[in-house]
């Protein structure tokens, strides 16, 4: 089953047919490439300069390296501190993408998850009493948080190729599990920057540790130095909590010995499949959707009607799954794991963390 759930592009074992028969996508990486340096040369005196610090929390692959989190941990983060943040995101797979749209003004959530797009509506019911907005031009956005908001800090979810907006900090988010994919530049792989933008890192994060080898861990700090001398910090993902189908709690060990059925639409479900086994659960069948991608209502009854048949004990979601359920189809065995980041102590990562954020 592993292999099923991980897309062809993250894949590590590709096979000599498969390099033979996207031997043209690997040609056209190579523009890719080009298109790449000389858009980030180009943008480095052209990039907006905003009256808040701006700290980027991006990476390097099309997705899957838990961006969202790290925002959600470093808003909540800055917010205990007094620095007043705002999360501005582009809000991938909402309605009318060309749109501004204020998602939260830190009391209240205004917006829709059609309109907001599932990452910021899962940030915005994440991180009470911080404003959340969305739009194609994040400059433009910071000024109207830091206007109508009073934001001191922004933190930009999944900004790292969105460089149009000056920032202060580059956090470069890296799977420690599936860092680079299968190690190519798109439309080849999932790489949308080679290895050597990390030079522009200001601090590495490598998520996912819990579900990586010590020794992947070593190879990827060792391939990382080779690029920059940026901090870095590690951290895995704690589940704090399970809900039903009515939002209530069933605590984190509701899975434990459970069947379930996944229900999943992103970029590599196999992470969410190996945080379901670390809870004591059984991934007896799976049902996938494309990253960001909007489920059904016939999606979601042919799911329940596999759980019937197969007599399996829950749906198990990601919250970001959950909030893209089509409101007809809310009421079910929804099992929704609910996680946060935890930064490892081992080492100097969380002193490296508050010094970085300190110097802002």
């Not at 194609?136 to 930009?156: C, D, H, K, M, S």
């Not at 530049?185 to 819990?210: F, M, Q, T, Y």
Request: aromatic share 4%; charged share 25%.
């Amino acid at each position: 089953m592993a292999r099923d759930l991980e897309h062809p592009l993250f894949r590590r074992d590709e096979g000599p047919l498969a390099k033979f028969l996207l031997f043209g996508l690997w040609l056209l990486s190579f523009a890719f490439r080009a298109i790449v340096r000389r858009r980030r040369k180009a943008w480095r005196s052209k990039a907006t300069r905003v009256a808040a610090k701006v700290v980027s929390v991006g990476g390097l692959t099309v997705g899957g390296a838990g961006k969202t989190p790290i925002a959600i941990h470093l808003a909540r983060r800055l917010a205990a501190e007094g620095r007043s943040p705002a999360v501005l995101s582009r809000g991938w797979g909402r309605d009318r993408p060309g749109q501004n749209v204020v998602v939260s003004d830190g009391k209240a959530v205004l917006a829709d998850v059609r309109a907001s797009g599932d990452e910021p509506m899962l940030v915005a019911r994440s991180c009470p009493g911080v404003p959340v907005l969305v739009g194609p031009n994040r400059a433009a956005v910071a000024q109207i948080a830091i206007e109508r908001f009073g934001a001191r800090t922004l933190v930009l979810d999944d900004g790292f190729q969105h460089l149009g907006l000056a920032r202060d900090l580059d956090v470069v988010v890296l799977d420690a599990s599936n860092p680079f994919g299968n190690g190519h530049l798109l439309p080849r792989g999932p790489l949308r920057e080679p290895k050597e933008a990390l030079a522009s890192a200001g601090l590495v994060w490598l998520s996912k540790v819990d579900q990586a080898a010590e020794r992947e861990i070593a190879r990827l700090e060792a391939d990382v130095r080779r690029w920059t001398k940026a901090p870095i910090v590690k951290s895995g993902y704690r589940v704090v909590d399970v809900l039903d189908d009515t939002g209530a709690s069933l605590g984190p060990r509701a899975l434990v010995g459970k069947k379930v059925l996944m229900l999943a639409g992103l970029a590599r479900p196999l992470s969410f499949a190996k945080t379901l086994e670390a809870m004591g659960a059984t991934v007896a069948a799976h049902r996938l959707l494309p990253d960001h991608g909007w489920p059904r209502p016939m999606d979601v009854d042919q799911a329940k009607l596999a759980v019937r048949e197969m007599g399996l004990d829950a749906i198990a979601l990601t919250e970001k799954d959950a909030v893209r359920l089509p409101d007809s189809a809310r009421r079910g065995p929804f099992a929704v794991v609910r996680v946060e980041v935890e930064v490892e102590r081992v080492g100097d990562g969380e002193a490296e963390l508050a010094r970085v954020l300190q110097a802002l």
